[in-house]
């Protein structure tokens, strides 16, 4: 219902700041994977292959009128798929929890999604047909497109979306993996958000948990769980000697998350986090 192209409406990097002069089609959607949310949020990612930016397009009149979530349509995703997404929702629910813009609202979902990641996204990883697992990691992903509506994520997907922008052969969701570690020992390292993080590992399921490091062990279990704890950035082509560049970059063309990270990160620190992750 609009003239020109997508890139013409994204508001960041080389995007043409356009603003919607009509009103768009209803969106509809039905969910066939469970890791982004958008069935619950008025935006979505694009990625320009040219100038290798991959920046969020997102306008109030892109929610969806209806959603339709039936964990029946994902049972066919691939085992690695599977963990990918479950994975990106689980870092949804986690960013959203310790964001500094989480209110009671978002936390409320924030929390009941965790449970059920923990509990359940190893099942639908081991076996795709288990309907029961299927339904509780769909339920948790439309729980992190709320999330991401009524808060706000961190830092971790924008570090993320510089390096899938310049290798797409990476998925967003191991993208995410591949930093995790770094990321959330970057601010546990320096003592932030440390009774949240006690909460999220109890919450996965590490009940003995009593201390901020609990939660990378509590995470380190997840991925285990889920067969990607070995991922490794070379594996997706990504070079140790971008990393500065990406860091530099991230900072320059993706500000806004880093606004609610716990602690102002610097291009140091983001370089920091991607050296610490590369192996």
């Given at each position: 219902t609009n003239p020109g192209n997508?890139?013409?409406?994204?508001?960041?990097?080389?995007?043409?700041?356009?603003?919607?002069?009509n009103a768009?089609?209803?969106v509809v959607c039905i969910s066939t994977t469970a890791g982004t949310g958008s069935e619950a949020d008025n935006s979505g990612m694009v990625t320009n292959s040219v100038t290798k930016e991959k920046l969020g397009i997102g306008f109030q009149s892109l929610f969806p009128v209806l959603s339709i979530v039936d964990p029946e349509l994902m049972v066919s995703v691939p085992p690695a798929l599977t963990a990918y997404q479950g994975l990106d929702t689980f870092f949804h629910l986690a960013e959203g929890?310790?964001?500094k813009k989480a209110n009671f609202f978002n936390e409320m979902f924030s929390i009941t999604g965790i449970e059920k990641i923990g509990s359940y996204l190893g099942r639908a990883v081991k076996d795709g047909k288990d309907l029961e697992a299927r339904e509780n990691v769909a339920?948790?992903?439309?729980?992190?497109?709320f999330v991401m509506s009524t808060g706000k994520l961190l830092s971790q997907h924008s570090l993320e979306h510089i390096l899938s922008a310049y290798h797409p052969n990476?998925?967003?969701g191991a993208g995410l993996v591949l930093i995790s570690r770094a990321y959330f020992g970057f601010f546990i390292e320096r003592g932030l958000c440390a009774e949240k993080f006690v909460k999220i590992a109890k919450t996965l399921g590490f009940k003995e948990a009593n201390e901020p490091k609990d939660f990378l062990v509590a995470l380190e279990h997840l991925l285990q769980e889920c067969g990607v704890a070995d991922l490794t950035m070379n594996q997706f082509g990504i070079k140790e000697d971008e990393l500065p560049g990406f860091a530099q970059e991230v900072r320059t063309s993706l500000p806004l998350a880093f606004d609610c990270d716990p602690i102002a990160l610097t291009v140091k620190d983001c370089e920091?986090?991607?050296?610490?992750?590369?192996?």
């Open positions: 997508i890139w013409d409406y994204c508001q960041k990097g080389s995007g043409g700041r356009k603003q919607p002069e768009p089609l209803p929890y310790l964001s339920f948790a992903n439309t729980l992190g497109g990476l998925p967003h920091e986090i991607y050296k610490r992750s590369f192996k």
